[in-house]
C-alpha cells in the first residue's frame, strides 16, 4: 500500500483509481485499528492517549495525540553513582528508553498519571509516577534483605526464609576459568564441601557435598534441579546462562521428599526482560597446566635405589656399579635418563569458549536465547583426547492474557568426548613403572617398546592404540502456564509444566596393537616388538534414556493488612526409562577397518538391557508472616517410589520451620544500636533418601525382587538333551528383602542472620544436627561364616552428623573505589551410631563411634633406626633397621591385622572455607576467591604400583641408608614389601590448604566511547584457576585435592585465560 512509502505520491497515481480503492481501504483500516484499541482500553478501563499500530504496519511508530508528556530525569545507584543502560518502560505499553553513560534519559509518555519502571542488572525493579524531572535511586540487591531467593517449588524473599538457605548469583560462576559449574560452586556457598579430583577435559567436575557425609549405605550427592525439573546435569551448563544458583541445606529440602536427605541445589537460568534486545558476545582463549606433576628418579639413580631393594631383602643385585657409572656421567648416548612424566603430560594444553545471548522482549513476549562453543584438549602430549561441548537455550515467556501466561523452555547440549583406547589408569601406571634408562624414542625415531609387550605409554595414550569417542546428545524441553483466578479470590493462581528429557550416549572404543621397537646395543638392531596384549576390537555401546516430569500446582499469595500467606498444594509425576544395547567382537579383519561387522563371531558378546524408574508425589507448603517480623512454614510431601515393593513404597516427609526478627520489636530497636538486623530460625524436617548404591558406587535397585543373572562360568552352563548341548542358564544372584525401604534422615537446624552499618556487615550463622537412620547394611558381620549364608541389606545402619556453618560478607565504598569481602565456613563431623559388626572385632577397629570415612590403618612410631630397635619391640617377620616401625596396638607381641585402628581424618576434609573478595575502581575491577579445607589427610603408598615403579624423587633422596640412619624415609621398597608397603598413619598427610582459586582482572571501557558504535558495554578479562596453594602436599608434587593413594590418575589443572565481553 502506497500508504506506508516514504516517497510522495505522483500527481498520476493520486488521481487514479487505485488511489480512491487505497483512501478507502486505508481509512477503513485506520477506522477499525482505532476501534478495537479503545473497545479494549475501555474494557480494561483505562484510556490512553497514545495509540500504537500494528508493528508491521508502522514499524513501531505511535500514533499520537496532543496530551503527550516529555520526561527527563537521571538514574544513580545507591552512592549516587550514575547508572548506564538502565531499561525505562511505560508500564501498560511498549514505550521505552534506556539511560546514557551519566544515567541521563528523556522518553515520551501519555499523560502525568503514567508510571515509569526501572529495571537494571544486580538492582531491584523501582515503579515511580512520571514527573516532568525524575531524580531515580536505584538499591542494590545485594545490599537488602528484599532479594528475592529460589526456594522448592518457588520463590521468597530474603527476609522471609525461615531455612538454611545459601545462594550465589550466576555472574560469580564466569570468574571461574573453569567452564564446569561444579568447580564455580567450590568456595561460593557455606555448607558446601566441592573437591576436585582430576583436571582431565570432559570429567573435571568436583564433587559436591552439602553438610558432609551422612550415609555409608546409600548415595551422598546432593540432588539437582535445573529450573523445577530434577536430575538435570549441572556440570555443563552454560555458566552465562545461569542465573542463581541456590542450596537447600536444612529441613528447607524436605518438599523434595524421598530425595531430599543429600541437600538440594537449585539452579535458575537467565529468562528474557523487557527492553530492547540485547546480543551479548563472550569470547576467551587460555591454557590448562598440570597443577603438580610427580618427578621421578633418573636412571643411575633407580639402579641404585633397586640394588639397595635387593640388598635389604638379601637377593642379588640387578645392576653393577660399571652401569651406574656409566650413567651417571651422561656422556654416552646409550646411556641416557628419561623423564617419562614429561614425555606423556605436555605443559600447556589449549582451551577455548565462546558463548553468545540474546535478551529482551515487552509486556507480552520475554525471551532469552544462547548458544556455546567449549573446546578443551589434553595435557596428554600424544593424545588425541579433547572434550567439545555444544550448548544451545531458549526460554521464551509468553503474556497472552493479563492474567494467562505460557513460557517453552529448550535446551540442548551436545558433549563429544575423545578418549585414547587405553585407560588413563594404564597409561599413568606404565608411566610410573618405566624404567628411566629406556627412552621414548630411539635415536633413528623409532617408538621404544617399553618394559614388556611394548606398552610405552606414549604410543598407549595416542591414535596408535586405537580411539574411544564418547557423544552424549541431550534435548530438554519444558512447557509450562500459569493462569492467575481473580474472579475466584485474588492471589489465586494454577500453574503446571512438563518437561521430556532426552539423553543418549554412543560410545565406540577401538583399539589395535601398535609397533614399538626394542633395541640391540651389541648388534646396533631395532626390533618389532608389536604389542601383543592389545587385539583389533570394537565396542559399541548404546544408552537411551527418557526421563518425563509433570508438576501442576494450586497456589495462593495474598496479604491482608500486616498478614501475609502463600501457599500451594502440588502433584509431581516422574518417569524415566533407559535401554542400553552393547555389541563386541574381536580379530577385526583389519587395523584399517573399525566396523564391527569385520569382526569373528568368536569371544563376540552381544547384549544389552532395560532400566525404570518412577516416582509420584502429593506436595504442599504453608508459609505465614506476620508484619514482617513473625515467620511460620510448613510444608509436605507424600512420596512414593518405585525402588520399593508396594508395602513401603510411599511416605510422608513433613517440615515446619519459624523465624523472629527480633531487630523489628520496639524494645530492640529504641535500646540497641548498630544492628539493623537480627533474626533467629529454627527448623525441623524428616527427610528420606532412595538412592540405593553399593560399596563401590554402582546402583543397586530392587532389591526387594528376586533376581537372577545369566551365567558367564562356562563351569555353571548346563548340558541338556541326548548330545548333551551346552546351553547358557540363570542362576538365583540374590536374596530379596521384602521390607526394605528408603533411608530416613531427621534434621534439625537452628540459625542467625546479622546486619549491621545499614547492611554493609551481614553474617549468617547456622549449627545443624543430622540423624540418619535405616541406612542399608548387610548382617553378615554378625552371622557366622560357618552358615554358608548370604543375607539381604537391611535398614538397619545409623549415623549422626553435626557441624556449623556460617558466612560473613562486609561491602561499602569509597567515592568511586567499591569493594566487598566474604568468608564463608564449613564444619561437618559425621559419627556412626550402628553398624553391624561381629563381635571380636578389637573396640579399635569398629566403626561404630567414629567417623563414617575414616581411616583403617597401622599405628607407627616412625622408622626403625638400630637393630637393637627391632630386637626389642614386636615387629613384622623379616623387619630390618630401615623398615616401618609399627605400634603393637593389641598388645600381643605379634603385628597382625588386629593392630590396626580406625584414624578419623580422610580425604574429604571436615573444614571447608571461602573468601571472596572484589574491588571495583573506574572500569577497573579485580575479582578473586581463595579457597581451603583443614581436617583431610591423603593417603600416599609411593611403590604401590608395581615391582619396577620408579620412586619419586623425595623419596629417593631421603630414604634410609648406612648413611642417612636418620631418614624422613624408610628403606627402598617396593609394591611386594609387606612391612613398609601397607596403609600406615605413617603414609597419612595433612590435605590441608589454602588456595587461589580463581582470580580475574578485568577493564570495562568508557561507554561515551562506545555509544557512537552501537555498542553497550565492553569488558577486556584476563584471570586464571587453581593458580596458587599454600599446602603440605608440594614436596610430594601431588595436589592436595587429589584423591588417589597410587597418584594413577590424570592430574589436577590450572588454567589461565583471557577474555572479551561485547554487549550490543
Request: glycine fraction near 8%; aromatic fraction near 12%.
Amino acid at each position: 500500500m502506497i500508504l506506508l512509502t516514504k516517497q510522495k505520491p505522483t500527481k498520476d497515481w493520486l488521481s487514479s483509481e487505485r488511489w480512491k480503492i487505497t483512501k478507502l481501504t486505508s481509512g477503513a483500516l485506520l477506522a477499525l485499528t482505532l476501534q478495537t484499541s479503545f473497545a479494549a482500553e475501555l474494557k480494561e478501563n483505562k484510556f490512553s492517549n497514545k495509540l500504537t499500530t500494528n508493528s508491521a504496519l508502522t514499524n513501531n511508530k505511535s500514533v499520537s495525540f496532543a496530551f503527550e508528556k516529555l520526561i527527563k530525569g537521571k538514574v544513580t545507584g545507591s552512592q549516587g553513582e550514575p547508572l548506564p543502560g538502565v531499561n525505562i518502560l511505560v508500564k501498560g505499553t511498549k514505550i521505552t528508553a534506556v539511560t546514557d553513560f551519566d544515567g541521563n534519559f528523556t522518553i515520551e509518555v501519555p499523560d502525568s498519571s503514567s508510571i515509569l519502571v526501572f529495571s537494571y542488572t544486580g538492582f531491584l525493579t523501582k515503579e515511580i509516577p512520571a514527573d516532568q524531572a525524575i531524580s531515580v535511586q536505584l538499591e542494590e540487591q545485594n545490599q537488602t534483605l528484599n532479594e528475592v531467593v529460589v526456594v522448592g517449588y518457588g520463590t521468597q524473599k530474603k527476609a522471609s526464609t525461615t531455612g538454611a538457605i545459601a545462594s550465589i548469583k550466576g555472574g560469580v560462576l564466569t570468574q571461574n576459568a573453569s567452564a564446569n559449574v561444579s568447580n564455580g560452586i567450590a568456595g561460593r556457598m557455606s555448607g558446601v564441601i566441592a573437591n576436585n579430583r582430576s583436571g582431565r577435559p570432559g570429567d573435571d567436575s568436583s564433587s559436591l557435598l552439602i553438610r558432609g557425609f551422612n550415609s555409608f549405605g546409600g548415595g551422598t550427592s546432593p540432588l539437582v534441579v535445573v529450573d523445577g525439573i530434577p536430575d538435570r546435569d549441572l556440570n555443563r551448563i552454560n555458566p552465562d546462562d545461569i542465573e542463581s544458583v541456590t542450596v537447600l541445606k536444612d529441613a528447607s529440602a524436605a518438599i523434595y521428599g524421598v530425595r531430599s536427605a543429600n541437600g538440594v541445589i537449585l539452579v535458575t537460568t537467565k529468562r528474557g526482560k523487557i527492553g530492547a534486545p540485547t546480543i551479548k558476545v563472550d569470547g576467551s582463549y587460555g591454557v590448562q597446566q598440570l597443577t603438580r606433576m610427580s618427578e621421578r628418579v633418573n636412571s643411575w639413580e633407580y639402579m641404585t635405589y633397586y640394588n639397595e631393594l635387593n640388598a635389604h631383602k638379601g637377593s642379588t643385585l640387578p645392576y653393577t656399579q660399571a652401569e651406574i657409572d656409566k650413567y651417571k656421567a651422561g656422556n654416552d648416548p646409550n646411556y641416557t635418563s628419561t623423564d617419562w612424566m614429561k614425555q606423556v603430560y605436555r605443559k600447556d594444553a589449549p582451551q577455548a569458549n565462546l558463548s553468545l545471548s540474546v535478551n529482551g522482549g515487552n509486556e507480552q513476549v520475554k525471551y532469552f536465547f544462547s548458544g556455546q562453543y567449549l573446546n578443551q584438549e589434553s595435557n596428554l602430549r600424544y593424545s588425541d583426547e579433547r572434550y567439545r561441548q555444544f550448548n544451545l537455550r531458549s526460554n521464551i515467556d509468553v503474556n497472552i492474557t493479563s492474567n494467562f501466561k505460557v513460557n517453552l523452555d529448550i535446551a540442548t547440549r551436545k558433549e563429544d568426548r575423545n578418549y585414547p583406547a587405553v585407560s588413563i589408569g594404564s597409561i599413568m601406571h606404565e608411566t610410573v613403572s618405566m624404567y628411566p634408562f629406556i627412552p621414548a624414542y630411539w635415536k633413528n625415531g623409532l617408538p621404544s617398546s617399553g618394559i614388556t609387550n611394548g606398552r610405552n605409554p606414549i604410543l598407549m595414550s595416542s591414535s596408535s592404540a586405537g580411539y574411544d569417542k564418547v557423544i552424549n546428545l541431550i534435548v530438554n524441553p519444558k512447557i509450562g502456564f500459569e493462569l492467575k483466578l481473580p474472579r475466584i479470590t485474588e492471589g489465586l493462581s494454577l500453574s503446571g509444566y512438563a518437561a521430556f528429557d532426552y539423553n543418549v550416549r554412543s560410545e565406540k572404543k577401538f583399539t589395535k596393537p601398535w609397533d614399538a621397537y626394542s633395541y640391540d646395543k651389541t648388534n646396533d638392531s631395532y626390533n618389532n616388538v608389536k604389542n601383543s596384549t592389545s587385539i583389533i576390537s570394537v565396542m559399541q555401546d548404546e544408552q537411551i534414556a527418557n526421563q518425563n516430569t509433570y508438576f501442576a500446582k494450586l497456589a495462593y499469595d495474598r496479604k491482608f493488612d500486616k498478614h501475609s500467606v502463600n501457599a500451594f498444594v502440588g502433584y509431581e509425576q516422574t518417569t524415566t526409562d533407559k535401554t542400553e544395547t552393547y555389541a563386541y567382537r574381536r580379530d577385526l579383519l583389519s587395523d584399517q577397518l573399525d566396523q564391527i561387522f569385520t569382526g569373528s563371531t568368536k569371544g563376540q558378546n552381544a547384549t544389552g538391557g532395560a532400566y525404570q524408574d518412577g516416582r509420584e508425589s502429593f506436595l504442599g507448603r504453608v508459609a505465614y508472616n506476620f508484619d514482617d517480623k513473625y515467620f511460620a512454614e510448613v510444608t509436605a510431601r507424600y512420596n512414593g517410589s518405585f525402588n520399593f515393593p508396594s508395602s513401603t513404597r510411599w511416605g510422608m516427609f513433613p517440615s515446619i520451620s519459624a523465624g523472629w526478627k527480633i531487630s523489628e520489636e520496639s524494645f530492640f530497636k529504641n535500646n540497641i544500636k548498630g544492628f539493623d538486623l537480627l533474626k533467629i530460625r529454627a527448623s525441623w524436617g524428616k527427610m528420606g533418601n532412595d538412592d540405593m548404591r553399593e560399596t563401590n558406587g554402582a546402583l543397586n535397585q530392587y532389591l526387594f525382587l528376586t533376581r537372577y543373572q545369566l551365567t558367564t562360568d562356562q563351569q555353571l552352563y548346563s548340558y541338556f538333551g541326548s548330545d548333551y548341548t551346552l546351553n547358557n542358564s540363570i542362576y538365583l544372584s540374590s536374596t530379596p528383602n521384602p521390607n526394605i525401604t528408603w533411608e530416613i534422615q531427621d534434621s534439625k537446624n537452628i540459625g542467625f542472620d546479622f546486619g549491621f552499618f545499614g547492611n554493609k556487615l551481614t553474617a549468617t550463622f547456622d549449627y545443624f544436627s543430622n540423624k540418619r537412620s535405616d541406612i542399608l547394611a548387610a548382617r553378615n558381620a554378625s552371622v557366622p561364616l560357618y552358615t554358608g549364608l548370604s543375607l539381604p541389606k537391611e535398614n538397619i545402619g545409623k549415623t549422626v552428623n553435626r557441624g556449623t556453618d556460617w558466612s560473613v560478607n562486609y561491602a561499602d565504598n569509597i567515592n568511586s573505589f567499591k569493594y566487598s569481602v566474604g568468608f564463608n565456613f564449613t564444619y561437618a563431623q559425621s559419627e556412626v551410631l550402628f553398624r553391624d559388626e561381629a563381635s571380636n572385632i578389637p573396640a579399635w577397629q569398629k566403626s561404630t563411634g567414629r567417623a563414617i570415612d575414616s581411616w583403617l590403618v597401622y599405628q607407627t612410631n616412625g622408622i626403625y633406626r638400630t637393630q637393637a630397635e627391632v630386637d626389642n619391640s614386636p615387629h613384622f617377620e623379616g623387619a630390618k633397621p630401615g623398615d616401618l616401625w609399627v605400634k603393637d596396638t593389641d598388645g600381643d607381641g605379634n603385628i597382625t591385622s588386629n593392630d590396626k585402628v580406625r584414624i578419623p581424618e580422610s580425604a574429604t576434609p571436615k573444614i571447608a572455607y571461602g573468601i571472596p573478595i572484589r574491588a571495583e575502581y573506574k572500569g577497573f575491577s579485580v575479582d578473586m576467591l581463595w579457597t581451603g579445607q583443614a581436617k583431610a589427610r591423603q593417603m600416599i603408598l609411593p611403590q604401590a604400583q608395581g615391582a619396577i615403579v620408579a620412586p619419586p624423587r623425595w623419596l629417593y633422596e631421603d630414604r634410609y641408608t648406612a648413611d642417612n640412619p636418620n631418614s624422613k624415609y624408610p628403606v627402598a621398597f617396593n609394591d611386594s614389601d609387606p612391612r613398609n608397603n601397607i596403609d600406615a598413619d605413617f603414609w597419612l598427610k595433612d590435605a590441608s590448604f589454602f588456595r587461589l582459586k580463581s582470580l580475574e582482572v578485568s577493564y570495562t571501557l568508557p561507554e561515551k566511547l562506545l555509544s557512537r558504535f552501537g555498542i553497550l558495554n565492553t569488558r577486556f578479562y584476563a584471570g586464571g584457576t587453581n593458580l596458587f596453594s599454600i599446602d603440605h602436599m608440594k614436596q610430594y608434587n601431588l595436589d592436595p585435592e587429589t584423591n588417589n593413594k597410587t597418584g594413577v590418575i590424570y592430574p589436577q589443572t590450572r588454567i589461565y585465560r583471557i577474555g572479551v565481553s561485547i554487549e550490543l
